[in-house]
């Protein structure tokens, strides 16, 4: 089956540690992106990644890092530094640039601080 | 600033029953408008998307109306079922020139909807 994988569903992380959620798609796609949804908020944009080796940053970047190793694959790690980090975390990926191209979505992890 | 704006916030319906969700954007100019439903806890799916040109497309009992003179969209959805229950966010996505988020895309914060049998 094509699609978007994003792993662990649910992840527990204590105070002062890093986490990584990984999130891989095998739709060949360039673009992937990573979100955070908060309760009653849109989805805000963290980092995105048009290209293998290449990635910018969004709107709320601060506290998180990524990679772009091999185009399947699009890893967040949420650093100490992000001092709300609790949040439900989506992944998704396009064949460009969403402005004018469908996203497809993962299923979500959710990242709990406790 | 672009914005989008849902309403209502959240939705109560008997099952069987039709209902219509709004949205009101500011992006202007803008490529497209979509519409998601996201399950809990799940990731959301698309449901639509139209151009600026097109004013209604339709999926299965879901229906998105445009009119981009007034910047609203709706989405009807008929005969409603339980799995309808869910959270349907619109999104707007803005051209080069009118701005938007770093991957062009403004998101609404969702109506939420639940279906009672």
């Not at chain 2, 004013?55 to 609203?72: C, E, F, I, M």
């Amino acid at each position: 089956d094509g699609g978007i994988t994003q792993s662990p569903k649910y992840l527990f992380r204590k105070e002062g540690q890093n986490v990584t959620l990984s999130c891989e798609q095998n739709l060949n796609h360039d673009a992937m992106y990573w979100y955070r949804q908060d309760p009653g908020q849109g989805l805000r944009l963290i980092y995105y990644s048009q290209i293998v080796n290449d990635f910018q940053k969004g709107d709320i970047a601060e506290g998180y890092s990524v990679s772009r190793e091999k185009k399947e694959s699009f890893p967040l790690t949420v650093t100490s530094a992000q001092k709300n980090p609790t949040a439900f975390y989506l992944c998704a990926s396009s064949r460009a640039e969403l402005m004018n191209t469908e996203a497809f979505f993962g299923q979500g992890t959710r990242l709990t601080v406790v | 600033k672009n914005q989008v704006e849902q309403s209502p916030q959240s939705l109560i319906i008997l099952e069987g029953k039709n209902c219509t969700l709004q949205c009101n954007y500011t992006v202007s100019p803008f490529s497209n408008l979509r519409w998601y439903k996201q399950d809990t806890g799940r990731g959301p799916v698309s449901l639509t998307i139209m151009t600026f040109s097109e004013n209604t497309k339709s999926n299965g009992r879901y229906t998105a109306t445009l009119d981009a003179d007034t910047k609203q969209s709706s989405l009807h959805i008929t005969a409603s079922q339980l799995s309808d229950s869910a959270s349907y966010i619109c999104v707007v996505s803005p051209t080069p020139y009118s701005g938007g988020g770093a991957d062009g895309l403004t998101f609404g914060k969702g109506t939420h909807l639940i279906i009672q049998p």
